[in-house]
T-cell receptor
Framework: AQSVTQLGSHVSVSEGALVLLRCNYSSSVPPYLFWYVQYPNQGLQLLLKYTSAATLVKGINGFEAEFKKSETSFHLTKPSAHMSDAAEYFCAVSPLSGSARQLTFGSGTQLTVLP | ETGVTQTPRHLVMGMTNKKSLKCEQHLGHNAMYWYKQSAKKPLELMFVYSLEERVENNSVPSRFSPECPNSSHLFLHLHTLQPEDSALYLC???????????FGPGTRLTVL
């Protein structure tokens, strides 16, 4: 079975500082990996995804993530935080095949950006 | 309308009521999903419809009943719910066999 662990349910950074949100996965084979963002009272929006191509994945809003098989990690980073980045971030994993790709989500990390 | 829409956005119901949540996708997808998002818990996949195949999470109580009349519409029928069923219910869609799911804004359900 696949699972995802997000370290830190709450992360606070100052505006302009580096954002680092941690995600580790457990899977018998390297899966597909995703980061989603959820703003208050909204659904989930895809930030970026890893699908076994380049290990460094660039997403929207200046975010990127690096797949590290040896560490079973897929951490999300952004060089400089903006106030508008305050939201909840979810890491998710899905299998490589199947008509219905069942996403397994982590518990989420609430990002607060301080002025 | 574009993307994935859900109605209603907010719903308050008593434990003896029957109500339905509606989801519609305008993306030409052929797989649709219901998720439950409770406070302090990871998103939980409830049901999947893909290419007319239905997959369900065995832990979902029978008081939740999905219906997918076509590839664009998905319903979640609710009856005799419990207060612990209060949550945000999210609908998503994808192209069957593809990895990316697109989410609607959710229905905030409160059971009194």
């Amino acid at each position: 079975a696949q699972s995802v662990t997000q370290l830190g349910s709450h992360v606070s950074v100052s505006e302009g500082a580096l954002v680092l949100l941690r995600c580790n996965y457990s899977s018998s084979v390297p899966p597909y990996l995703f980061w989603y963002v959820q703003y208050p009272n909204q659904g989930l929006q895809l930030l970026l995804k890893y699908t076994s191509a380049a290990t460094l994945v660039k997403g929207i809003n200046g975010f990127e993530a690096e797949f590290k098989k040896s560490e079973t990690s897929f951490h999300l980073t952004k060089p400089s935080a903006h106030m508008s980045d305050a939201a909840e971030y979810f890491c998710a994993v899905s299998p490589l095949s199947g008509s219905a790709r069942q996403l397994t989500f982590g518990s989420g990390t609430q990002l607060t950006v301080l002025p | 309308e574009t993307g994935v829409t859900q109605t209603p956005r907010h719903l308050v119901m008593g434990m003896t009521n029957k109500k339905s949540l509606k989801c519609e996708q305008h993306l030409g997808h052929n797989a649709m999903y219901w998720y439950k998002q409770s406070a302090k818990k990871p998103l939980e996949l409830m049901f999947v419809y893909s290419l007319e195949e239905r997959v369900e999470n065995n832990s979902v109580p029978s008081r939740f009943s999905p219906e997918c009349p076509n590839s664009s519409h998905l319903f979640l029928h609710l009856h005799t719910l419990q207060p612990e069923d209060s949550a945000l219910y999210l609908c998503a869609s994808s192209q069957a066999g593809r990895d990316t799911q697109y989410f609607g804004p959710g229905t905030r359900l409160t059971v009194l």
